[in-house]
């Protein structure tokens, strides 16, 4: 997953992953990949757009 430069780090994408895969801390977000099924609710959910697939 690439986060963009201008992510606030609000957390949206951590709250509507079905596995909980995202984790926000401080001002970085944490994604554990193992177990992703790619399913784009986190990009989807972003407000600002910061998130996309690399």
Avoid: H, Q
């Amino acid at each position: 997953m690439i986060v963009k430069d201008w992510c606030s780090f609000c957390g949206e994408c951590a709250g509507v992953c079905p596995r909980n895969l995202i984790e926000v801390k401080e001002y970085s977000l944490i994604f554990s990949d193992t177990d992703c099924k790619e399913c784009d609710f986190c990009i989807n959910a972003c407000p600002l757009n910061a998130l996309e697939r690399d």
